[in-house]
């Protein structure tokens, strides 16, 4: 890593923010892909330090890496106070898991059944994604670690990844029901 935070201080960076907010959920660095993630099986949050530097140079607003860091560890901390409802999906979050490993994506996007599947999983994580932030926010404004306009820049921009790909599925569903429906009649 060619930058002046090392893994060691992203580590200490992420414990101190959880420190700040008092909680204290276990941290494992990992080589993910994701920058940061909430895992409510294991009940921990993982960081892959080069995806978290990448992911914070992809915004379009110049903020610190230190604030990014911050404010994405108080979402995934949101994720935590909100483990209950996760673990309450997890039959049907399995389920999904299993077809997506056992069809190609070929198939999931050209089954109507398989495709509305990724649909609904969209949904479920988009609900999850906007009760973290706003579990966040109410973490933010209790203990006041990153300024409101920051917060609210990397909150809009974090959502938007997720909404952007959700738009894009489901143009393709909606697209895909239409060819069905054009074939039955």
Not at 35 to 56: H, P, Q
Not at 164 to 174: A, V
Request: net charge negative; hydrophobic share 40%; glycine share 4%.
């Amino acid at each position: 890593m060619n930058h002046k935070y090392t893994e060691k201080n992203l580590c200490e960076l992420i414990n101190a923010t959880m420190q700040s907010v008092g909680m204290n959920v276990p941290l494992k660095q990992d080589n993910s892909g994701v920058n940061m993630s909430y895992n409510f099986i294991g009940d921990y949050v993982g960081f892959d330090a080069e995806r978290l530097i990448k992911a914070k140079e992809e915004m379009q607003k110049t903020i610190s890496l230190e604030l990014y860091i911050k404010t994405i560890t108080m979402h995934e901390l949101g994720h935590a106070i909100d483990r209950k409802a996760l673990l309450a999906t997890l039959d049907r979050t399995m389920e999904i898991f299993d077809a997506k490993r056992n069809h190609s994506l070929y198939e999931l996007y050209n089954s109507v059944d398989l495709l509305s599947m990724i649909i609904e999983e969209h949904e479920m994580n988009i609900i999850f994604e906007e009760t973290a932030w706003e579990n966040a926010q109410k973490l933010n404004q209790e203990f006041q670690v990153v300024d409101e306009e920051c917060f609210e820049a990397i909150k809009k921009y974090s959502l938007g990844t997720y909404r952007e790909i959700y738009q894009e599925d489901l143009y393709l569903y909606e697209k895909l029901v239409a060819e069905h429906a054009i074939q039955i009649a």
